[in-house]
């Protein structure tokens, strides 16, 4: 009886996480939009509804009722693959994100997190390497030049600031001596890590945004010199799925910078998931105006910056975190 | 039978019908996608023995760094199909050389040890105790084993190190 009780309220949890993050990804679409033609002196979506807020369900509506192409010359099986590993994965890192303090619901405690697990650091990041499938499976898998440079290019962007990005994560993970995120946003009941840790949560939050591949880092999908990159040869809702894999990723970067850096569901007033929900707000809404803002990182600068400058600087920060926390006795 | 016997049987199967097949395919890219899965077996049974830190850096080495690198191997050299027997002669009896030499290796090994035998009680390993116990009683191991990597790094540079003249790029940036 526990077991089936315990399972009927983490399918609960999954459907409400899962709804949620879909909804507010075809809003953030709408707000990008929105956002960017401000910056850029225009309108922008204004036709559906009021303010155009309908854009997403029409746009929604006709990326399913699309006709779906695959070339001929593609790999059938894994050219339907690549966008589903883009999409799954950066869903399934919410799985971990605490999003508020233990409720109580019918006398039994309820945690508000799908699960937290001991290595939910590692989980977020072993979910992020694997998201680099989806865009070189996907650059391979069209058999078409400009995809195939597309994948190749994601493919080394994504490795090269995966290394930076888990460097950056050290240390938070020796301030809060446990991986677990939950642990993470307890440690930080008092001050919040930004604070204690300025240069690790700049080094998270550039490589973060080229894991994300978002302008100045969209080099796999540089539309003035590769179509559209990896995903040229997509249409229709499997393009949907790459886009729709974009947006979670703003929030799941949102989210993370939340809960690494800002404090998590912390915050004095507001209830704890509205906090977060407005750190993730903050950090999607600067996300979309440096993509205003910022032009393209040429190649060499892209490789130059990751292995260069962020990697040394993220060893020496872990260094000396290290001494701080065995010298000044601070933790 | 407990479930988790049967779940060990069951994922233990996967690994080696993954790897079966990874070995099998002439498409380079679906072997490696196979060898992928194969990675998330043994993740899955790092985690159902107990190891979860383990099973995360199963995937984030193997399955995220490792094979995304012989992905981008494949995907920058597009070889071409050979006709004609997949396994030479000469590769196939050496592998099965070395697959005889580690079964024997393995089953002393295992046999020899009456312990090897009884089932050990189910536990879970925190991420702290592990790195305790693998820093405190393997720490020369783990040395022998980053300086070779260093030694690799070291030797790849060399090798990718390329001695060339100033390009038209670097002349023009010259005063």
Known sequence: MNYLLGLIVLLIKIAVMLGGLLLVASYLVWLERKLLARLQIRLGPNRAGIFGLLQPIADAIKLLTKEEIVPTAADGFIFRLAPAVVAVTAMMMFA??????????FGRSVPMVITDLNVGLLFVFALSSLGVYGVALGGWASNSKFALLGGIRGAAQMISYELALGLSLVPVVMLAGSFSLTAIVDAQSGVPFIVLQPVSFAIFVISAMAESKRIPFDLPEAENELGAG????????????????????????GALTAVFFLGGWHGPWLPPVVWLMLKIFIVALIMIWIRGTLPRLRYDQLM?????????????NIVVTGAFIQFAGFS | MSILTLLFYAIALLIVAATAMAVTRRNMVHAVLYLVLSFFGTAMLFYLLGAPFLAALEIIIYAGAIMVLFLFLIMMIRLKKLPGMFFPVGQLLPAIFICAGFLAVSSVLVGGNPEGWTPMPAAQASPAAFGVYLFQTHWLAVEIAS?????????????????????ADTRKEAP
Not at chain 1, 304 to 316: E, N, R
């Open chain 1, 304 to 316: 130059a910056l990751g292995w260069k400058v962020l990697i040394p600087v993220s060893l020496i």
């Open chain 2, 147 to 167: 300086m070779l990597l260093l030694v690799a790094l070291v030797g790849a540079y060399v090798l990718g190190r390329r001695v060339r003249g100033p390009s």
């Open chain 1, 230 to 253: 990896f995903h040229t040869e997509y249409s229709g809702m499997r393009f949907g799925l790459f886009f729709l894999g974009e947006y979670v990723h703003i929030q799941v970067l």
């Open chain 1, 96 to 105: 971990v994100v605490p999003l508020g303090p233990d409720i109580r619901l």
